[in-house]
């Protein structure tokens, strides 16, 4: 898949099989975070793959926005530097990579959390320096995906050209 087909296709997972994702599609999607760019090459992110099925499950718990969680067969938790006034900003880049990586290989993934993850970084024993942005969990969609099936404003109401207000066509 390209990455224009993927990004026109992508659409929120909350719900997966019970099938393991086999390794070479996990070092994917981490290589693909791994790989983002960032501002001046800081790469304030760290990635916590999470396989273990009670890991899972707490992980859920703790993630107000992600019950569903403790359903997928891995998750990957993104912490950034709490000193990186970028961190923020590069970590959502490789979140982003990483689902689009996946959802080619037809796992699907949803961002969970953003907020109050302070107990999963004390459960994955983060230092003090780390905060954790986000649990995105990964899996194969348990029912059909309708791919392109999205709801968007049309172009012509968030794209401008040269200043603000001038049809984008």
């Given amino acids: 898949m390209d990455v224009f087909e993927a990004v026109r296709t992508v659409l929120a997972v909350r719900s997966y099989q019970d099938r393991p994702i086999p390794d070479d599609v996990v070092r994917r999607i981490v290589e693909a975070g791994r790989l983002t760019a960032s501002s001046m090459n800081l ?9 273990d099925r ?21 998750a990957i938790v993104v912490a ?28 699907g993934s949803n961002w969970a ?15 003090a320096g780390l905060d954790v942005l986000a649990i995105i ?4 969609p348990a029912k059909a995906v309708g791919r392109g099936k999205k709801k968007r404003k049309p172009i012509s109401e968030v794209a401008h050209r040269e200043r603000f207000g001038q049809p984008f066509e």
């Fill in 80 to 107: 950034v530097e709490k000193a990186s006034k970028f961190a923020v900003s590069d970590a959502s880049r490789a979140i982003q990579s990483m689902v689009l990586a996946a959802w080619a290989d037809g796992v």
């Fill in 43 to 51: 790469q304030p992110w760290q990635f916590v793959v999470v396989e």
């Fill in 54 to 74: 009670e890991h899972l499950r707490r992980l859920g718990k703790l993630a107000r926005s992600g019950p569903y969680i403790a359903d997928a067969p891995l």
């Fill in 113 to 127: 959390g953003f907020s109050g993850l302070d107990n999963a970084g004390k459960l994955l024993g983060m230092p």
């Fill in 137 to 140: 969990p990964f899996g194969y």
